[in-house]
Each structure stands twice: as C-alpha cells, then as structure tokens.
C-alpha cells in the first residue's frame, strides 16, 4: 500500500519561499509518476508540477513556470516542491499525488493522495 505525507506548508507573505515534502513508501518515488495538485477554495483540484513515470521529465503548470521546482530523492523516497516568489493566488492546499499513469496533469489518473498541506500566501 503506498502512503504519502505531505509537510512543509504554511503561512508566507507574497514575494516568500516555502519548499513541500511529500514522503512517500515503498519506493513510491522512483518508479510512479509523482504529481503535485492544488486546490483552493471553490475551485478544481489543479496541476501544479510532476515527474512522469517513465523517464525523468518534469512537467509544470504555466502558472508557476520559473517559480517553482520539483525534484526528489530517492534514498529517501521523497519528492519536493521548492515554491519560490509566492503570490496571493498560490493559496490553496497542495496535495501529493502518485499514480502509473502517463496523464500526468490529470488528477482523475492518480491512484494515491496525501493528506494535503495549506499554504497561505498574503498580501
């Protein structure tokens, strides 16, 4: 059974950084395709940035392109998302996700999800 933790959100002024770990078991990280959504109030759960599941590609919503990064390490089957010049739109929760599926923007095509982790971003 795959399990994912998120941590690592929290309350940040616009223009901050905060960097989100998502845990995973089993060496989830290095052999699903890894996704991170989020979804703020009223509104769909979104793509933000993932790995796919074959290869090393990386893939990133347009709305956080050269802000945020993804990366992982596999020792310690655990995937990140460094977020970097937040704005007041980036609130929402944010959600791990992994799933063998190669729609990686998709959140329908996941099969295992985190918990969630807030992220507040003020004016």
């Known amino acids: 059974q795959v399990q994912l933790v998120e941590s690592g959100g929290g309350l940040v002024q616009a223009g901050g950084s905060l960097r989100l770990s998502c845990a995973a078991s089993?060496?989830?990280?290095?052999?699903?395709?890894m996704g991170w959504f989020r979804q703020a109030p009223g509104k769909e759960r979104e793509f933000v940035a993932g790995?796919?599941?074959?290869?090393?590609?990386?893939y990133y919503a347009d709305s956080v392109k050269g802000r945020f990064t993804i990366s992982r390490d596999n020792a310690k089957d655990t995937v990140y998302l460094q977020m970097n010049s937040l704005k007041p739109g980036d609130t929402a929760v944010y959600y791990c996700?992994?799933?063998?599926?190669?729609?990686?923007?998709?959140?329908?095509?996941?099969?295992?999800w985190g918990q969630g982790t807030q992220v507040t971003v003020s004016s």
């Open positions: 996700a992994a799933g063998k599926t190669l729609a990686y923007a998709s959140a329908d095509t996941y099969n295992y």
């Open positions: 089993g060496r989830t990280s290095s052999t699903y395709a």
């Open positions: 790995f796919g599941w074959i290869g090393t590609s990386t």
